[in-house]
């Protein structure tokens, strides 16, 4: 292949690198060698961009948890509740034991704050939201969590 196919293509290296760790593991004696250094930064990529799609998730959760608590009469609630549903089930399927420790809530629901807080609805003057996050990582996870249970964490209806 020729050099710089890396930085021109990435697909067709992608493919390429992978076609020659194919036949290096089927035996076969290749004459041209793996591009080790970028293969190496690919595979770590992978998993940093799972766990970057896992906290972007986890914070549209709480982004629509947040405005369901702040606006609660807004006539997009409905529209949150079903967000909520979606990005928890997403969430839920990208979810690796190993992020557990490398996922901050209170930074996470930090930012999701800041972002709801940058907004408006026209249903009136918003409730304010705990400055501290009121979930564990675990309220994400679980299946059986309903969302107004979520919201209720959030404090008093």
């Known amino acids: 292949m ?3 196919l890396y930085e021109r293509d990435a697909l067709a290296w ?4 992978a076609e020659l760790l194919r036949r ?9 060698s793996v591009d ?6 690919e595979v770590q990529d992978v998993g940093l961009s799972e766990l970057r799609a896992c906290k972007s998730l986890l914070r549209q ?4 948890l947040l405005k369901l608590y702040v606006w609660p009469g807004s006539m997009a609630a409905a529209h949150w509740r079903s967000e909520v549903i979606g990005f928890r089930a997403d969430m839920r399927d990208r979810f690796a034991p190993s992020m557990r420790q ?4 209170d930074e996470v629901y930090r930012i999701a704050l800041e972002q709801v807080q940058a907004g408006t609805d026209d249903s009136g003057e918003p409730r304010p939201a705990p400055a501290t996050c009121p979930f564990v990582l675990d309220d994400f996870l679980a299946s059986d969590t309903d969302v107004q249970t979520l919201v209720r964490r959030l404090g008093p209806a």
């Open 102 to 105: 490398r996922i901050s809530l």
């Open 36 to 41: 080790w250094p970028n293969l190496i930064d």
């Open 14 to 17: 992608a493919e390429h690198q």
């Open 24 to 32: 290096l593991a089927a035996g076969e004696r290749v004459n041209e």
């Open 2 to 4: 020729p050099d710089g």
């Open 61 to 64: 959760t709480l982004v629509h």
